[in-house]
């Protein structure tokens, strides 16, 4: 399998793109980093490692990452959407495992030198860590093998403002370092992942099962399927950081998803954290722009939720 290493803002999606990755056959979850945005690095971790106890993985490190944005400040949790602690308001259990020394940023670095240019990055939270990981090590491009990132709008509103997608809006600094370095990037957009939804009905088949973590993904879903209800008019959710799980380990394949340019506006203007992606002349299906490193993702092969619940419950 291939080593995959996680850069995440748990965060309820982000809790299923971990149990995704934990289930993968085609991949090894080799090590977490944490970012504020759902809630910050720390609590995040403390998240992923109790999450991860509840799973049976202890043994996967995580590592603490940035609590500020490149520039600025953290703006603060969001408990309307992942509840006060992340996890919507559900106690897990707690792990008794601490987050390694390093931070994440130089975990990274290590990671992907330990893995010969093999590693897999997937981030689904706001890019500080790989941002600062590029700059403690410029040759990272040259040392990972790909990096699928959950973020941006290419063609849709966004959700935190008219253009801006949170992950993104976070750290818009930190997007436009990763998204100009020399790397193959895969952007897992809202275009794809709102289209994508988990419902009732696979929630109901977590809670019935006899695993504590799947019955525990189910609980602490239900905060998120409240927010939802403005969305889409009924209890659901999107699965944005799960789908970028999915295609990064392969079990998932895009199939419109051109290479274009895509640059990160970082400007103090309206435009904020806005994901440009040149999409001209793509009437007709995917069509790369020479030299463009990014695919955007912008429809798959499959719906996400019962692929999912497959993986989770295998
Ligand atoms: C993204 O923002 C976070 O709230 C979610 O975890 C996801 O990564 C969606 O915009
Ligand atoms: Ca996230």
């Not at 600094?173 to 370095?181: D, G, L, Q, R, S």
């Amino acid at each position: 399998p291939a080593p995959v290493y996680l850069d995440c803002d748990t965060g309820i999606d982000d809790s299923l793109a971990l149990a995704y990755l934990l289930a993968a056959p085609e991949v090894e979850l080799v090590g977490i980093g944490t970012v504020s945005g759902n809630v910050t690095a720390a609590q995040g971790a403390r998240n992923t490692l109790d999450l991860l106890a509840l799973a049976g993985r202890s043994g996967i490190p995580v590592a603490v990452g940035a609590h500020d944005p490149l520039a600025g400040r953290y703006g603060g949790a969001v408990p309307h959407i992942h509840g006060r602690n992340g996890v919507g308001d559900v106690e897990l259990p707690a792990s008794g495992v601490d987050q390694i020394g390093e931070d994440a940023a130089e975990f990274l670095v290590r990671l992907a030198k330990e893995h010969d240019g093999a590693l897999r990055v997937v981030a689904v939270g706001p890019l500080t860590n790989l941002a600062r990981a590029l700059e403690l090590e410029p040759a990272l491009p040259g040392l990972v093998s790909e990096v699928t990132i959950m973020g941006g709008a290419a063609l849709v509103p966004g959700n935190v403002s008219a253009v801006a997608e949170a992950n993104i809006a976070n750290d818009p600094e930190a997007a436009a370092v990763v998204f100009a370095a020399p790397w193959d990037l895969t952007l897992v957009p809202l275009d794809v992942t709102l289209e994508n939804t988990l419902e009732e009905e696979h929630r109901r088949v977590l809670l019935a099962s006899a695993d504590p973590f799947l019955t525990g993904l189910g609980r602490i879903l239900d905060v998120y399927f409240d927010f939802y209800v403005d969305l889409y008019g009924r209890r659901s959710s999107a699965l944005h950081d799960p789908l970028a799980a999915a295609i990064a380990a392969g079990g998932i394949t895009p199939t419109i998803a051109p290479r274009v340019p895509v640059v990160i506006d970082a400007t103090d203007g309206p435009g904020r954290g806005q994901t440009l992606c040149d999409l001209r002349g793509q009437r007709r299906g995917s069509v790369d722009r020479p030299g463009a490193r990014c695919r955007v993702v912008l429809a798959t092969d499959a719906p996400l939720a019962p692929h999912l619940l497959d993986r989770l419950l295998a």
